[in-house]
């Protein structure tokens, strides 16, 4: 292991993928959201909401799909500042989200981490989510069989708190992007994750207002020097 280099007043960091991952599970996070809303509103029955559930779970699944891919490009760019590059190819690369932080903590970071906190607990269940939505398996009904669930549904009135699940596990996805962004920031060594997430470069308008409204949203605490 290599020991982390770097003049912060003369280098940039190029290629930070993160930000590209986060900023669409933010996108994401928030049209989960704004549908839930609508649906809570609205009272619908369960007849009318199935012409929406695809939407309304597509945005959800995007959502914890891309914090994953946001975490772990957070912690394979983290661990390459310390690690060769056969190390990570070699070792790093293989091991799952947890093994990962782990593997940063102890021989890292030279902290310790609770396996029970918000962040496994997080991580856990966003991992969950995602590998059941892709590994999700279909099932064939007959016509008839499709007309029987329509009728049976159609003039229910809808338990909002059924549908609920989908943005709570959007939001327990962004909380565990915030939770690995804070476990790996350390202002003694420049390793200003959150910033680099929620500041960060902007190339627009919309992705300022994006960043600053996920600040709001999650109470996200910021270096005021950034």
Do not use: W
Request: hydrophobic share 40%; net charge neutral.
């Amino acid at each position: 292991m290599r020991k982390k280099i770097i003049d912060y007043d003369y280098a940039f960091k190029i290629n930070f993928n993160a930000n590209i991952y986060c900023d669409i599970a933010l996108e994401n996070y928030f049209l989960t959201k704004s549908t839930y809303e609508e649906i809570m509103k609205a009272k619908n029955t369960c007849g009318e909401y199935l012409d929406r559930l695809d939407y309304y779970q597509g945005k959800q699944i995007t959502c914890t799909v891309f914090s994953q891919m946001c975490i772990e490009a957070l912690l394979n760019d983290f661990a390459s500042d310390y690690l060769t590059r056969k190390e990570i190819e070699d070792f790093f690369d293989k091991l799952d989200i947890q093994k990962k932080i782990k593997f940063i903590a102890k021989f890292i970071l030279h902290k310790k981490i609770r396996t029970d906190g918000v962040l496994f607990n997080n991580i856990k269940i966003m991992t969950k989510n995602r590998n059941e939505s892709i590994h999700n398996k279909s099932k064939i009904i007959t016509n008839d069989e499709y007309i029987a669930m329509e009728e049976k549904l159609g003039g229910q009135e809808l338990n909002n708190n059924d549908f609920r699940e989908f943005f709570i596990l959007a939001k327990q996805s962004i909380s565990a992007i915030i939770e690995t962004a804070k476990f790996l920031s350390n202002p003694s060594n420049d390793a200003l994750i959150v910033e680099m997430l929620f500041i960060g470069q902007y190339d627009n308008n919309a992705q300022r207002e994006l960043r600053n409204k996920a600040v709001k949203e999650f109470n996200i605490k910021l270096d005021p020097s950034i």
